[in-house]
């Protein structure tokens, strides 16, 4: 069933920011670290407009996966190179960590109060559940260890030197390898009705929220 209109348009301010706090972090930790590349390209705003990739977006607003434009680094710039590209590619994943769980949280121990209040009342409350929903979605994915995934640039600097180099080197797989989680993903889901992706999910939402999922 698709997306009806009021969800599109209640979607789509939520899949603009999720996608853009992601990269604004990565581009802000960078430059923090001592890599300035990004800075000097912009990226390192909340304006969505230099972040968004524009079949990414649409993407994440009409199906389960989506991205933004990669934010350039140069980890040669970094003070502690392997330290610094695990907290780069972390931190992305942790801003919507954070916002996942704020909203869901803002669910638990604020719901009732929203449903009281009229007609607005349903629709923050499934704004905030979009916005939980999406964020931990985006951190989930985005920590597989495939590359170009955030999950691969950690995995590859918390590997041995030897195994990291090995890892590398088998990098150009990433793209295929992502192809077939994906495509087995949606498999799953319209075989038992909840994704891979689907219940890690669905049971950080449940975690933070107390809703039963």
């Not at 970094?78 to 909203?103: E, F, K, Q, W």
């Not at 994704?195 to 950080?204: D, F, H, N, R, T």
């Amino acid at each position: 069933m698709g997306l009806d209109i009021q969800e599109l348009v209640l979607r789509l301010p939520v899949v603009l920011f999720s996608l853009t706090i992601h990269e604004f972090m990565h581009a802000w930790t960078a430059l923090k670290c001592g890599d300035d590349t990004a800075y000097r390209q912009g990226r390192v705003s909340l304006n969505p407009l230099v972040h968004l990739d524009l079949l990414g977006t649409v993407c994440l607003i009409i199906a389960p996966i989506g991205w933004a434009k990669p934010v350039p680094v140069n980890p040669s710039n970094y003070g502690h190179p392997r330290r610094d590209d695990i907290l780069v590619s972390g931190a992305g994943v942790m801003a919507n960590l954070v916002v996942g769980a704020a909203c869901a949280l803002a669910m638990r121990f604020f719901g009732a109060d929203l449903w009281e209040m009229g007609e607005a009342g349903p629709i923050v409350v499934q704004v905030l559940f979009m916005m939980s929903f999406i964020n931990f979605g985006l951190a989930i994915f985005n920590l597989l260890p495939l590359f170009p995934l955030d999950g691969s640039h950690i995995l590859k600097n918390l590997l041995p030197l030897n195994a990291a180099i090995t890892f590398v080197n088998y990098r150009r797989f990433g793209p295929f390898a992502l192809l077939a989680f994906i495509l087995v993903n949606q498999v799953v889901a319209r075989t038992y009705g909840v994704s891979i992706m689907g219940y890690p999910i669905q049971a950080l939402v449940g975690a933070f929220s107390g809703m039963k999922l």
